[in-house]
């Protein structure tokens, strides 16, 4: 692929902002002492100002106000904040406490999970592939769920919450931005009502530059990666790539949780991310395969439609 078309199709933003948030444990880990929520808080708080001109900047027509007017998206977009502020506060919270193997075996599991609520919410129909890379998933969780020594909680919540998330925005028809501007605006009441009932608690009023800094910055480190990311999808021409690159994430949280962080990986989590891995591969490749035939598909259409009748 030359350079120009890396960049001009959009996989150059794509994976970007997949590199970012995979490395985004290393910011968190300057947070030594500071509560999950206080964290999650400010940075709904300090990402709306940046979320508008994001908007602004992308020259997004704003249609946020109108979304959230409508009670049926209200509702979709209610529920859909929800899930993206429960994996939001439980990222936060395994990234902070020394939990980065188990947050990357749920973004690892998340799409697969996102498959099989599909086909039990929308009647979806799982591909022979589809259904063996999820029956390896399923093995590898069940594993670590019986081998480990605690229950894996945190997988569970972020892999539901996440999987719901996706399930349920396939279902609004909204942009990426507005989408997120929508549900950042739903989550300003409940970080508001979080730091006055915490008020002469939390670290920002405890006059401390440096973790004040830090939490400001939670909000570039939240609005960059998704800016690329919208950039990026809207030039990418094969939606498959993007099934693909999704892995590069959790694949940095685990080389960062083993390599860096010294986090334990012993047989029994090895053996949980190695079926996980097979079956990840088994859904990439699948992936690959229907784009494909949906191309080949699409280029037979128009040859019929060019073709002249006599």
Request: charged share 10%.
């Amino acid at each position: 692929m030359q350079r120009s078309n890396f960049v001009q199709g959009g996989l150059l933003w794509t994976t970007s902002a997949y590199i970012i948030w995979g490395l985004s444990p290393l910011f968190y880990q300057y947070f030594n002492g500071v509560e999950a929520m206080e964290i999650f808080a400010l940075r709904v708080l300090c990402s709306v100002p940046l979320m508008a001109a994001l908007l602004w900047i992308t020259v997004t027509p704003i249609r946020v106000f109108k979304l959230l007017m409508d009670p049926k998206t209200f509702s979709s977009l209610f529920i859909s904040t929800i899930c993206i502020s429960t994996s939001w506060y439980l990222n936060t919270w395994g990234t902070t406490n020394g939990q980065v193997l188990m947050v990357s075996l749920a973004y690892f599991l998340t799409p697969l999970i996102s498959i099989l609520i599909g086909v039990l919410y929308l009647r979806e129909r799982l591909t022979p592939l589809q259904f063996i890379a999820l029956l390896l998933c399923a093995t590898g969780f069940l594993y670590a769920c019986i081998s480990l020594d605690s229950f894996p909680w945190l997988t569970i919540g972020i892999t539901l919450a996440f999987g719901c998330y996706g399930v349920i925005k396939k279902q609004v028809r909204i942009d990426t931005l507005n989408g997120l501007a929508a549900e950042a605006l739903l989550m300003v009441p409940f970080a508001l009502f979080y730091l006055i009932g915490m008020s002469g608690q939390t670290h920002w009023e405890a006059n401390e530059d440096s973790v004040r800094l830090l939490l400001m910055l939670t909000a570039p480190m939240t609005i960059l990666p998704l800016g690329l990311f919208a950039f990026g999808v809207a030039r990418t021409k094969n939606i498959s790539t993007i099934a693909v690159l999704q892995y590069i994430e959790p694949t940095l949280y685990f080389l960062l949780a083993v390599f860096l962080f010294g986090e334990a990986i012993d047989t029994g989590r090895l053996a949980t991310f190695s079926l996980v891995w097979v079956g990840f591969t088994v859904f990439s490749i699948d992936a690959i395969r229907r784009a494909k035939l949906a191309k080949f598909a699409g280029n037979i259409g128009l040859e019929k439609q060019k073709k002249p009748l006599y």
